[in-house]
């Protein structure tokens, strides 16, 4: 399983932006679950939203509301909509799948990981 994340780029602090993880070498994406991580420079890691196989999401309690999670099996993609962009969002976002996982509070075991895409906010 390969992940692509795309969708990051420059945006101006109260933007939108959509980011997309496209999977490839997967027969039943609708099988997977779908997280997505944000690292900020000179930060660890952190967990933002997730998308389990059954469709169920979760979010990190600082970003409910802003952030909006989906997948489109038809074409083995999950998407992360980021409104009202804040330059603390400025960060390199990751996906990641697994298969099967029922949880979403991003503690769950993710066994791929894409590349990262850069999201870069301007105040």
């Known amino acids: 399983v390969q992940l692509q994340a795309s969708g990051g780029g420059l945006v101006q602090a109260g933007g939108s932006l959509r980011l997309s993880c496209s999977a490839s070498?997967?027969?039943?994406?609708?099988?997977?679950?779908t997280g997505w991580f944000r690292q900020a420079p000179g930060k660890k890691r952190e967990f933002v939203a997730a998308?389990?196989?059954?469709?169920?999401?979760g979010y990190a309690d600082s970003e409910s509301g802003r952030f909006t999670i989906s997948r489109d099996n038809a074409v083995n993609t999950a998407y992360l909509q980021v409104d009202s962009l804040k330059p603390e969002d400025t960060a390199v976002y990751y996906c990641a799948a697994g298969r099967y996982l029922d949880s979403t509070t991003g503690r769950e075991t993710y066994d791929y990981w894409g590349q990262g895409t850069l999201v870069t906010v301007s105040s």
């Open positions: 998308i389990n196989w059954h469709g169920g999401t």
């Open positions: 070498g997967v027969r039943t994406f609708s099988s997977y679950a």
